[in-house]
């Protein structure tokens, strides 16, 4: 979202974490000094920024009837056509009935000018990325910590939601240090029959429109984090193994500090598709048998070889911790390097 410098004519952004009442213009340097009613969206006061991502800015936000804080995300409409625009709005009406500590569903939503605007409560911490390079926790706790999150992911999974962005970056670790699950706009709601046969539409609909072009597969999430099944194009197929693989893949860069393919952009897709993980005591001698196992079990190239759900996965995560017998079996260590 940009605001119209009244200095100099500049359209300014605003950077992330800087009140918007203090904002400068990007060129001139000069305070924007935006009114109260250029502050706003629908009944919402904007705070400042604190993030941004392919679908949109998110703001923190003050109701006029609360004196709570909510994440408000802008979404223009530009970037959307009528199918997405329904398709959008039905799954924001899917997450506003999910009701668990660790997962953060929408409140409002609405539309205003150029954007539609989408509200959930507002989490008061940090991405799991940042808290992790903060913190550095052992292997441990990074299993403990997947076990909630995963928890969280069963959670979605049996009320009909798969994720399909399951990142750090949509997953906040509150000041108490409890993770939390935001950010459904990608996720497919299979109880709901009506959204199902427009993601089926879609998903023919962009198929023959890449034949015809001769183009590549589309993805539909972030590639570092996504199940092989996307990222062969097929997103319209993941399933709740889909999110499993990903949790596997947030696990194993908690106890390595790193992923488990180093690439970018085609290169990391063809790893994701035919590459062979190294087992995480390769990298951390820290981590123990149980842990390599449990990792490589979640982010197997086959559903079918993953955990049948992300419950079983927290539970064998919460077995290793407590040194208790997990499900996924010893590795042969010739194979996994």
Not at 121 to 147: R, Y
Not at 211 to 228: E, I, K, N, Q, V
Not at 300 to 328: I, K, L, S
Request: glycine share 8%; proline share 5%.
């Amino acid at each position: 979202m940009r605001f119209l410098c009244k200095n100099c004519g500049f359209p300014a952004t605003v950077l992330v974490g800087v009140p918007l009442v203090e904002a400068v213009c990007n060129k001139c340097r000069r305070p924007l000094e935006l009114s109260a009613d250029e502050r706003r969206v629908g009944r919402y006061e904007l705070l400042e920024s604190i993030g941004s991502g392919g679908y949109g800015t998110v703001w923190k936000a003050k109701c006029d009837d609360s004196e709570d804080c909510y994440a408000l995300k802008l979404i223009r409409k530009s970037s959307f056509s009528e199918d997405d625009r329904i398709h959008l709005l039905r799954q924001i009406r899917t997450s506003q009935h999910l009701e668990h500590p660790r997962v953060v569903g929408v409140q409002d939503f609405g539309e205003a000018d150029d954007y539609w605007f989408s509200v959930s409560d507002f989490v008061e911490g940090v991405p799991l990325g940042t808290w992790e390079k903060q913190h550095h926790p052992d292997p441990n706790c990074s299993a403990m910590l997947c076990a909630e999150i995963a928890d969280a992911v069963h959670y979605i999974h049996g009320r009909g939601l798969v994720h399909r962005d399951l990142k750090p970056g949509n997953i906040i670790i509150d000041l108490e240090g409890r993770p939390n699950l935001i950010d459904f706009g990608l996720s497919k709601c299979e109880s709901d029959a009506d959204l199902m046969a427009i993601e089926r539409y879609r998903a023919a609909r962009e198929s023959m429109q890449r034949c015809r072009a001769g183009s590549r597969a589309a993805f539909l999430g972030t590639p570092a984090y996504m199940s092989p099944e996307q990222a062969s194009g097929n997103s319209f197929h993941a399933s709740a193994q889909s999110d499993v693989y990903s949790l596997g893949i947030i696990l194993y860069e908690l106890l390595c500090g790193r992923r488990p393919f180093a690439a970018t952009g085609r290169a990391l897709v063809r790893k994701i598709l035919a590459g062979r993980p190294r087992r995480p005591s390769r990298h951390r001698h820290n981590i123990s048998w149980q842990l390599d196992a449990i990792c490589l079990k979640a982010i197997a190239r086959r559903p079918e070889d993953r955990y049948a759900t992300a419950a079983d996965f927290a539970d064998d995560c919460r077995n290793a911790v407590a040194g208790q017998p997990v499900n996924a079996k010893p590795l042969r260590w010739s194979f996994w390097r």
